[in-house]
């Protein structure tokens, strides 16, 4: 069964206004989650590293002001998009590791539409 | 930099028939190499992994192929089924890194 679940599975919002993408983990106390977001046809691209109790670390050229992170509990990581516009829709997707193991389990991914 | 690529961005292969998909990467300091199947609308799914200190991993009808010296990986899929009709990621990781790097993904479509 899914180990990590998302929330939203789809969002459409008006531009402007700010939309929270959840990400939790079901099996496993995860103290470092990932976000990532995906343009259709293109690969996965690393957005930020959510660490609990701790800021996030972001990629280069994101935003971190925009796509705020919040890791709040070892089971749950937040995405909210501040100000969003059309070209942040996109399908965002969020994983976690598994003690220390490299593999990343992944959630089911959210749709986003910025009207 | 890190960046892993692949040659094919799609593969069409007969139902029951072998598929081989491929993966370039750059970094010699890679030393976990990883496949993921995503089927579309759908997060990524892990197929099997390898680490660098081995050449050769298989599971069940998959087999991946890790050649460091050309800085090569592939994903073999034995007896092709259309439930493996999806996009197929290689992903690395730079040693001392928590975070994978994706290539560019190979969309395979099975033909019946």
């Known amino acids: 069964g899914a180990v990590v679940s998302q929330h939203p599975s789809w969002v459409i919002c008006k531009s402007g206004t700010s939309v929270k993408i959840e990400c939790r983990s079901l099996?496993?106390?995860?103290?470092?989650m990932f976000w990532y977001r995906q343009f259709p046809k293109q690969s996965l691209m690393l957005m930020a590293t959510?660490?609990?109790?701790?800021?996030?670390?972001?990629e280069q050229g994101v935003e971190k002001d925009k796509f705020l992170i919040n890791h709040a509990s070892l089971t749950l990581s937040t995405l909210t998009v501040t100000s969003a516009h059309p070209e942040d829709s996109s399908f965002y997707i969020c994983?976690?590791?598994?003690?220390?193991?490299?593999?990343?389990?992944f959630g089911p991914g959210t749709r986003l539409t910025v009207t | 930099g890190e960046s892993v690529g692949l040659h094919l961005p799609t593969l069409s292969v007969q139902e029951g028939d072998n598929s081989i998909i491929n993966c370039a990467y750059s970094?010699?300091?890679?030393?976990?190499f990883i496949w993921y199947k995503q089927e579309s609308g759908k997060g990524p799914q892990f197929i099997i992994d390898?680490?660098?200190?081995?050449d050769k991993r298989q599971g069940q009808r998959v087999t991946v192929l890790l050649n460091k010296t050309v800085k090569h990986l592939s994903l073999q899929i034995a007896a092709t089924q259309p439930g493996d009709s999806a996009v197929y990621f290689c992903?690395?990781?730079?040693?001392?890194?928590?975070?994978?790097?994706f290539g560019q993904g190979t969309r395979l479509t099975i033909n019946p």
């Open positions: 994983s976690r590791r598994q003690g220390s193991s490299y593999e990343q389990y």
């Open positions: 992903a690395e990781r730079l040693q001392g890194a928590q975070k994978l790097v």
């Open positions: 099996d496993f106390q995860a103290t470092t």
């Open positions: 390898i680490r660098s200190n081995m």
């Open positions: 959510s660490n609990e109790g701790s800021k996030a670390t972001y």
């Open positions: 970094n010699s300091a890679s030393d976990y």
